[in-house]
Structures are given as C-alpha cells and as structure tokens.
C-alpha cells in the first residue's frame, strides 16, 4: 500500500463548542489509482486530505505514506517528503503572473535542487502531458480557466510525485473543462502509478474515478468502485 490511515481523529475548538471532524477513521488507497472523496459541507473531506498529505497532523491515528510515519518525521523532515515526493492541486491556481507557464511549472523544481535548464525541460514535458506544449511562454492572463489549472496540474506533475492530492479542482471550471481536468487526473494516476486523491462537490467526476469514498459527519458511510452503470446514473 502507497497511503495507509488508521484510526484517525480530529477536532476543533474546546469544549462545548469543539466539533469532531473525523472519528476514528481508517483507509487505504492504492497506487495507479483515482480516488474521490465526496461528502457535504463540514464533513471533514479537505481535513483528510490535509492529514493524508501531511500538511496537518491528526489528534490521534497515524498515517503511512510510502513507508513512512509522518507522525515520527521531524516538521522539516516532513516537509522534505512532501517536496520529493507530493504534488498537490487546488481549486485556486496560484499561478504567478509574470511567470510564464514553462517557468512556473520550472520553479519548484529548482528548490529541489535540480538545475534551470533541467527544469525547464522537465517542464516543457509536463506541459505537453497536459496538452499545453503550444503555450509554454504564455501568462496567467492569456490563458483560459482551463488552461490555467492545467498548468497547475503539470506543476504538480513535473515533480514525478508518488501522491498526487486535488481539493476541490475543478470548482473553478465549466463543465467541459472540469471533466478535461478529471480525465488528467486519471491519467496520471494510471500512467505514472501514483496514488491520487481528490475532494470534489461535483458528482460529474465521479465516472472518471476507480474508487469513490462517501465521507459524512467524519466517518466513510460507503466505499465505492463505480460500475460503468453507476457513472452513467451520475452524469
């Protein structure tokens, strides 16, 4: 297993007013694979993703990612792991807007240690894996919505991460290009072997995943391999 959870809780606030967000929740996922997490409002998706990817720390459990406790590993050991190995998407682009694509794409990259010119290569690559080769030299403002989160995506991409994680990446996104965005995510996760995860509100997605978790009032009501009938009863 890539990402394993066991037992994991999380709160917030004190006393009478504390909520619990996740109760003793458990779960797998596997590599090569997309995995959705769905839910309503406060259920505690985005607080298990933040968990999963190590952004933030459970109130009790733990969390294996690719053999590694990230309750053992220092905070800058932490955030040495997420850097190698953990790309992450959000539904706000965070692009820098005197930034080419190739260049945004390029500057994390550097921080690892890799050199400009490799970077640039690696990120022309990436870029090309999201069908935007034909606009590497442009900006955020020339290109589309679409075109914006998919430079974020191959942002993510370029680093060859193990685990990929996704809140909400599509939100931002009309229709036809939330669904280029999925079928992306899917496809990396198929050829590169990652293990991917994503939070989504819109039920459009869910044909492209290989498994759906139903997360509600912190707990998985269901876990869910879409059939071909099921994706089509969700269009």
Not at 19 to 29: A, G, M, R, T
Request: proline letters at 5%; a neutral charge.
């Amino acid at each position: 297993m890539t990402l394993i959870a066991t037992n994991l809780a999380k709160g917030f606030g004190f006393g009478h007013a504390r909520q619990q967000v996740l109760s003793e929740l458990s779960v797998q996922l596997e590599p090569g694979e997309l995995t959705l997490i769905v839910g309503p409002s406060g259920g505690g998706k985005s607080t298990l993703l933040a968990i999963l990817s190590g952004l933030s720390s459970p109130d009790s459990g733990r969390v294996q990612a690719l053999g590694q406790d990230l309750a053992l590993l220092t905070p800058v050991d932490r955030d040495a792991f997420r850097l190698r190995h953990v790309g992450f998407v959000f539904q706000g682009f965070n692009l820098f807007p005197a930034l080419t694509a190739q260049e945004q794409v390029a500057l994390p990259l550097t921080f690892t240690g890799m050199s400009t010119p490799e970077a640039l290569a690696r990120a022309e690559a990436a870029l090309a894996e999201v069908d935007l080769a034909a606009k590497c030299q442009l900006r955020p403002a020339e290109l589309s919505g679409g075109e914006k989160q998919r430079v974020a995506l191959a942002r993510a991409l370029a680093k060859e991460p193990r685990l990929l994680f996704a809140d909400e990446p599509t939100s931002a996104l009309d229709g036809k290009n939330g669904q280029a965005v999925a079928e992306l995510l899917h496809r990396i996760a198929r050829r590169h072997g990652s293990t991917v995860v994503g939070v989504t509100h819109d039920p459009r997605l869910l044909r492209h995943a290989d498994r759906v978790l139903h997360l509600e009032d912190g707990t998985i009501l269901r876990d869910e391999r879409p059939t071909q009938e099921y994706s089509h009863a969700q269009a």
